[in-house]
């Protein structure tokens, strides 16, 4: 296992998994599909452009219109010709003022239209994959993915746009004109043109790749951000300030020696391209200027051929800055792409059954392993019928699969092998939404949402009503604590819970998972964490709700498990004991008995010290 590590480090160090290289895409086929999210808004990228050509047009013949008419009122001595020429000017301003602003408007438009759906699809893209995606990727790097890499998409587009159009004009434009005035000199165009597309375009591969670590390195130092202020209690807690800050600034280091790669990358190119166009330009007046004195070329002819010549320069330039940009956008493109195209190996949306759900779930011969520790089996062959309407609670030392059990139920993961049966339903049939109005969970560490207490309990379940909402509030214990609070259900809970205590936290989370009267509930060690007192109020709520309904419970605590009709030992993945507490209790030699016992000595000895 010791190499894999390795191997995962290595790909950490790239920025870019294993998966993602497998499944990365040819450049055509990159940008097509850029082109593809940006074609929706064609409309105005199409009016923009119309507009930029108007503007450019009346920008040409505004000084020939200018001089021409201002040559006429002072040669004719007309005060009304230069009034009208005066006029007529400001029209023309007029006018190119407003394509030029409108052209920016609608370019605008179209590019943040553009950004704001590749940041929303990008979102949906997110949110559908599977759970082990995001025990992989961190959050704080997704974020930077939707909210920084998104705009250099959009953003970089009207450049290409405008720069492409006036430069493929001046190139076609030119190259014509120079062959006519003399085709041997346009040899050396010829000639020195491939090299520089070359040039270019490993120029632009490089840029490509430094851009993409760019954005690697800005998601990584967001995720330092984002990790640290999720955890500013532990930071505060740990007097780690100067080291977090520390791994902030080592972050925006690594960020700042690419961009620093980057400008060197662009600064040696801009030389050896000069360098090479220079050369071009001495041959040219040399060959030119022999071909002139030989009589072979007019003077004039030289001349024009020149001033083309440099045009043709200078588009090539403008142009590899173009191609360069348009690598830039590429590779920081990369991963928008990637997770927009990316299948999650779990789909939750593969299920369409919809039976009838009484509430009996099996394992049957289940075998799974985390995907991110493939060789570490946690379930062995998992046998085990949780019959409807009864309270069964799983227990056993920690670590041993408890939780992961839930996490199957809940669909986060998908077993190796083997199937997971609701009423005879494999659970990966079954509709999302419908399976999960059924199957309810109180997580061991309950995340709560920043809205208000009304708002959490309503979570998932948006158009229940006030009445349904205070039902499972009473039934919850909710009731007696909320209406204590000056704002009652409408108290913010804020982030992630925060400014609710645990036992609190814990009973809106049990709220929540009632309120959709599930045919089973989880409950994965909700009491554990709390004060004896918060949890004799949880048990009193579970007690309340475990009528009707299959629960599984999972709790360390005697008092919790006792009365369950059936008890679990979960032991290395397996289920080495099941029966009633009383059954279970006759195995000296079990498990059960063991943590019973354990629980029950330093009991004694509290109670003697009261
Ligand atoms: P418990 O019985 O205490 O609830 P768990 O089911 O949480 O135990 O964990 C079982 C094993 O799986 C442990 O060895 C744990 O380290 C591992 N594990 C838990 N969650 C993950 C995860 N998301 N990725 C990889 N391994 C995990
Ligand atoms: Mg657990």
């Not at 119309?50 to 020939?64: D, F, R, T």
């Not at 986060?412 to 009423?423: E, T």
Request: proline share 2%; charged share 20%; net charge neutral.
């Amino acid at each position: 296992s010791e190499s894999t590590d390795n191997e995962t480090e290595k790909e950490e160090d790239d920025g870019v998994s294993k998966e993602e290289k497998e499944n990365r895409l040819p450049l055509l086929k990159h940008v097509y599909l850029i082109m593809k999210i940006c074609s929706k808004q064609w409309k105005w990228f199409l009016l923009s452009y119309g507009l930029l050509l108007v503007n450019c047009a009346l920008n040409l013949i505004e000084p020939a219109l200018y001089s021409q008419m201002l040559t006429n009122a002072i040669t004719m001595k007309s005060f009304d010709i230069l009034k009208h020429a005066c006029f007529l000017l400001a029209a023309v301003q007029l006018a190119e003022a407003i394509s030029s602003t409108a052209k920016t408007t609608c370019m605008s438009y179209a590019t943040n239209k553009t950004t704001k759906q590749i940041r929303v699809n990008l979102f949906k893209a997110i949110l559908h994959q599977d759970i082990s995606f995001f025990d992989e990727n961190k959050t704080g790097q997704l974020m930077s993915r939707i909210t920084h890499d998104s705009d250099s998409i959009s953003n970089s587009l009207p450049g290409y746009i405008e720069t492409t159009t006036e430069n493929l004009i001046n190139f076609f434009g030119a190259l014509p004109i120079m062959v006519y005035y003399s085709w041997q000199l346009s040899i050396t165009a010829f000639i020195t043109f491939p090299i520089s597309l070359i040039l270019t375009k490993i120029y632009g591969l490089y840029i490509e790749k430094l851009s993409e670590k760019a954005n690697d390195a800005t998601a990584i130092s967001n995720e330092t951000v984002q990790e640290v202020l999720a955890a500013i209690r532990t930071v505060r807690s740990f007097a780690s300030e100067r080291t977090e800050y520390g791994r902030y600034t080592k972050n925006t280091d690594d960020w700042f020696k690419i961009s620093l790669k980057s400008i060197m990358a662009s600064t040696t190119f801009g030389l050896v391209w000069y360098l090479m166009w220079n050369v071009e330009d001495v041959l040219v007046y040399l060959y030119g200027g022999y071909l002139t004195i030989n009589g072979r070329m007019a003077s004039e002819n030289l001349l024009s051929y020149v001033f083309y010549h440099w045009r043709l320069h200078s588009a090539l330039n403008s142009f590899t800055n173009m191609f360069s940009d348009l690598m830039r956008t590429i590779g920081s493109s990369r991963k928008v792409i990637y997770l927009l195209n990316r299948k999650p190996v779990l789909d939750y949306e593969n299920g369409s059954e919809t039976p009838e759900v009484l509430g009996t779930i099996v394992f049957d011969g289940v075998e799974f392993a985390y995907p991110t520790r493939k060789n570490v089996e946690v379930l062995k062959n998992l046998n085990l019928t949780i019959e409807k309407g009864k309270t069964v609670a799983l227990v056993g030392p920690s670590g041993n699969g408890k939780t992961t059990i839930v996490s199957l139920i809940e669909q986060f993961y998908a077993p190796k092998s083997g199937q997971i049966l609701l009423d005879g339903t494999n659970i990966q049939n079954i509709q999302h939404e419908y399976y999960h109005s059924k199957v309810a969970l109180v997580a061991q560490e309950p995340t709560l949402f920043s809205g208000s207490i009304r708002d959490n309990i309503l979570y998932g379940y948006e158009n229940g009503s006030e009445e349904e909402m205070l039902k499972v509030a009473k039934m919850a214990n909710v009731h007696e604590f909320v209406e204590k609070l000056e704002k009652g259900y409408d108290t913010k809970c804020g982030e992630k819970g925060i400014q609710m205590s645990g036992g609190q936290k814990q009973r809106i989370a049990i709220a929540r998972a009632l309120i959709r009267n599930p045919a089973i509930l989880i409950l994965d060690e909700a009491t554990s964490a709390l004060d004896s007192e918060s949890e004799s109020l949880v048990q009193d709520a579970l007690n309340c709700c475990a009528k009707n309904r299959t629960v599984i419970i999972i709790a360390h605590r005697l008092s919790t498990v006792k009365n369950a009709d059936k008890i679990a030992v979960i032991e290395k993945g397996q289920v080495t004991e099941i029966g009633t507490h009383f059954d279970l209790m006759k195995n000296i030699d079990g498990m059960y008995y063991k943590l019973v016992s354990k629980q029950l000595e330093p009991k004694k000895e509290e109670q003697k010290n009261d």
